[in-house]
């Protein structure tokens, strides 16, 4: 490969100033979200996984969004120092994003032509949000357009789709209950082409750009399992990886949201956590590069946002039934301090009847002897 | 020793219809005690692990045992301090030793979890942890109740001179001038006693370390609880002094009992200066006592309870008021209580998941065997020579002994 091609990820970099320690890093970083399962690292070291990704020219990535929070977007553009979120942007070529561009109204339509028509057949598409089929799919519109429409001709001419957060992936909130809109996942419409959902409240960017570049580099996309998701980011379970398992296991769980044991970062099993029902890889690889940050982490229960038959479906502090995995779920809670010691009432009264006498008798004979009466008088000397 | 304070036998009835209801709550408390051999520790109280020390070491013991250091208190005063006017209170007070620490005995013996072995305690010395301020207070109880009987035998001899049983006779005139002669090595021993024990009281909990609140928990605290029972001893003195002249129609001591409480109020505030200081130096202490949650409350109580006395007893012409006499010694016996049970049961938290209330069958153990206490004083103080001064008028006696004792009016 030619250094002077400016299309390659390491000459993009070079020219935006990006220092290859920073390269390197975020590299390394990819490495650790997926340690297996990804032919992209399954490399030797680092430096061969930069090597590779160095050479790659930068994949064009059309982002639309749909009914959603733009929670997922959010959260590639608030991991935190050194700026990974700009570093991501510098790695793909994100040629088309609503939330991130600077164009409105029929600039931003003819921008999205424009990238369609520049890298069809080449271009990823990361759809972020439910489509709703209801009423016709009258619920969103961009453009004039129907969602529904503006997603079809997106996919037509896409080389894989990436179906990001827990709505694009099978209709997340907007689909839980009655689904006034009839929101379905992208892959309830898209049949035609490979579809990758990543699901979760929000996901993790890393998942994503892992995705993406072994898309580009490798030009293939990750194994999936049965809900298309990918293993390398899916197959392990919340619980079996969770720092907190240990408490699990000696049956050390927090009863309420602010007793003792919750403070102690005791199991929260007992709070409703879905962690034992949740596959994810939220346990090892946490938000914004910061350690504990994500739910169990920072001692709210695990909502289940990647499984479809959990989150938005489940009340958040319904415990789980336990089935599958090897460790027993407690029938009963050791509690946090077992009471030990009864009041009984009838004591207290008891206590209460046989004081008060005490007290009146006290203050009845101090009264009687203040004012001696009769015969009774005392003795002075 | 003069004619006026030579002691004599209340005499009259026995069998009243208070000696009776007291009688029968005591032989309650013999039925429930019963039980507790029968059923066990578990089935009929509320202690645990976390409060092995109830009610029957908190109020029978340590309260109990404070209460009944009348002859302490005042053998002190009239051996030690030579206060020979005070000498007619030692024989009524030292009833009220002598019951006082029987009971706290009993009580030991009923709280214990394996009292079969008890007997072995003073007898296996070679056993002996010399380091175990248990051992010394169990030591020292037993032996000063002991000790109490026998500084009291003179009374019962001195009636068995008079018995009509040639034999009783024989031998109360046989053995009377051996115990008087051997009197004042017991009246010694009687006198160290106490102040080892009633200081190893408090000695015991501040062996609980952290688990004895901060307000409480003070390297003083043997001091703390050997002042308040000195206090408290002439309390009881002034209470039961007042109580069986107004009873059993006496003529009270009031001269006496005034200058006792001049006393009392001094060591009183000798204590409270010691325990509010310590509260002071230690000054984390003042942040807990504004605190005002459960444990700087009690504090509050305790010091009022305590400082009431002092301000009823500050001149001498309150001292002289029968009423506000009675109810000083109440208020600082109920303060003196509060004290040993705030120690024992309040400030000592072994856990935040232990909580402990007596139960009805030890409440009522408890008030048995206070109420067999006063029968039996009741029983003692007219069949023996205990009480001293003059003969009480007769129809004061007939209105005590004939009709009602509550009403005496």
Redesign the interface.
């Known amino acids: 490969m030619a250094h002077s091609d400016s299309r390659t990820i390491e000459n993009h970099l070079r020219m935006s100033g990006v220092s290859r320690r920073d390269f390197v890093r975020l590299c390394s970083a990819l490495m650790v979200t997926a340690p297996a399962g990804l032919a992209l690292t399954s490399t030797n070291s680092v430096d061969e996984l930069a090597k590779a990704v160095g050479h790659t020219p930068r994949p064009s990535v059309i982002w639309l969004h749909f009914q959603e929070c733009t929670g997922c977007t959010e959260t590639l553009l608030r991991t935190s120092a050194p700026d990974v979120g700009h570093l991501i942007l510098d790695v793909i070529s994100l040629d088309y994003h609503e939330t991130l561009m600077a164009a409105a109204g029929d600039q931003a339509e003819q921008a999205l032509h424009a990238a369609m028509q520049k890298n069809s057949g080449r271009y990823v598409l990361v759809a972020e949000g439910s489509i709703p089929l209801k009423d016709n799919g009258g619920y969103l519109e961009l453009g004039r357009r129907r969602g529904l429409e503006v997603l079809k001709e997106a996919a037509s001419g896409a080389a894989a789709i990436v179906a990001i957060g827990s709505c694009a992936s099978w209709g997340g909130v907007q689909s839980s209950g009655e689904n006034p809109t009839g929101a379905v996942g992208v892959d309830s419409i898209i049949k035609d082409k490979p579809i990758i959902n990543l699901p979760g409240c929000p996901p993790n960017p890393y998942t994503l750009l892992a995705v993406v570049l072994e898309y580009a580099t490798m030009g293939r996309i990750p194994a999936l399992d049965s809900l298309k998701r990918p293993l390398f980011a899916y197959s392990r379970v919340i619980h079996d990886n969770c720092p907190r398992r240990a408490h699990f296991d000696a049956g050390r769980f927090a009863q309420a949201f602010g007793d003792d044991g919750h403070r102690q970062g005791w199991c929260l099993f007992k709070l409703g956590c879905k962690g034992p029902l949740t596959h994810g890889a939220c346990a090892t690889r946490h938000f914004n590069e910061v350690p504990d940050v994500w739910p169990i982490g920072i001692g709210a229960p695990c909502v289940g946002c990647t499984e479809k038959a959990v989150a938005f479906t489940m009340p958040v502090f319904q415990t789980v039934d336990l089935h599958s995995i090897p460790a027993t779920a407690p029938d009963t809670y050791a509690p946090i301090?077992?009471?030990?010691?009864?009041?009984?009432s009838?004591?207290?009264g008891?206590?209460g009847l046989?004081g008060g006498a005490l007290?009146g008798a006290?203050?009845m004979?101090?009264?009687?002897?203040?004012?001696?009466?009769?015969?009774?008088k005392?003795?002075?000397? | 020793m003069n004619a006026q304070e030579q002691a004599r036998p209340v005499g009259g009835r026995i069998l009243t219809p208070p000696f009776l209801a007291l009688t029968a709550l005591a032989a309650l408390s013999a039925v429930l005690i019963l039980w507790r051999f029968v059923a066990g520790l578990g089935a009929s109280t509320?202690l645990?692990?976390?409060?092995p020390w109830g009610l029957w070491i908190a109020f029978d013991v340590v309260t109990g045992t404070a209460l009944a250091c009348g002859g302490y208190a005042v053998a002190l005063l009239v051996y030690v301090l030579n206060r020979g006017r005070y000498h007619t209170l030692v024989r009524p007070a030292l009833v009220t030793s002598a019951l006082g620490y029987s009971i706290a005995g009993l009580s030991v013996a009923i709280d214990v979890g394996r009292p079969w072995l008890i007997w072995k305690v003073p007898l296996f010395f070679w056993h002996w942890n010399h380091r175990s301020v248990l051992l010394e207070v169990a030591m020292c109880i037993m032996l000063y109740t002991l000790v109490a009987w026998i500084e009291l035998s003179p009374a019962f001899l001195e009636r068995g001179e008079t018995s009509s049983n040639p034999k009783v006779r024989s031998f109360s005139r046989k053995v009377l001038p051996a115990v008087r002669r051997g009197l004042p090595f017991f009246i010694a021993f009687g006198l160290l006693l106490p102040t080892m024990h009633q200081s190893s009281l408090g000695s015991l909990l501040l062996l609980s370390g952290p688990r004895l609140n901060a307000l409480w928990n003070t390297p003083l605290l043997p001091l703390l609880f050997l002042l308040s029972c000195l206090a408290m001893g002439y309390g009881a003195v002034i209470i039961e002094s007042?109580?069986s002249?107004?009873f059993l129609?006496r003529?009270?001591?009031?001269?006496?009992l005034s200058r006792l409480s001049r006393v009392m109020a001094w060591i009183l505030s000798v204590y409270l200066a010691i325990r509010i200081c310590d509260l002071f130096v230690r000054n984390s202490l003042l942040a807990a006592l504004f605190r005002f949650d459960l444990f700087s409350i009690m504090t509050w109580v305790e010091l009022a309870l305590l400082a009431g006395p002092i301000v009823l007893l500050a001149s001498s012409e309150r001292r002289r008021?029968?009423?506000?006499?009675?109810?000083a010694a109440?208020l600082l016996l109920?303060g003196g209580a509060l004290y040993r049970f705030d120690v024992y049961l309040v400030a000592f938290q072994p856990?935040?998941?232990?909580?402990?209330?007596?139960?009805?069958t030890?409440?009522?153990i408890t008030?048995g065997l206070v109420a067999g206490e006063i029968a039996a004083y009741i029983a003692l103080i007219k069949l023996f020579p205990i009480l001293s001064g003059?003969k009480p008028?007769a129809?004061?006696r007939a209105?005590v002994l004939g009709r009602s004792y509550m009403t005496?009016?």
């Open positions: 301090y077992t009471p030990q010691g009864h009041i009984s009838a004591a207290t008891l206590a046989i007290v006290g203050i004979a101090s009264r009687r002897l203040r004012t001696p009466e009769g015969g009774e005392p003795g002075e000397e | 509320a645990n692990d976390g409060y007042t109580l002249s107004r129609g003529p009270l001591e009031l001269m006496m008021d029968p009423g506000n006499l009675f109810l109440m109920l856990g935040p998941q232990w909580s402990y209330f007596p139960s009805v030890e409440i009522l008030t003059r008028t129809p004061a209105a005496a009016d």
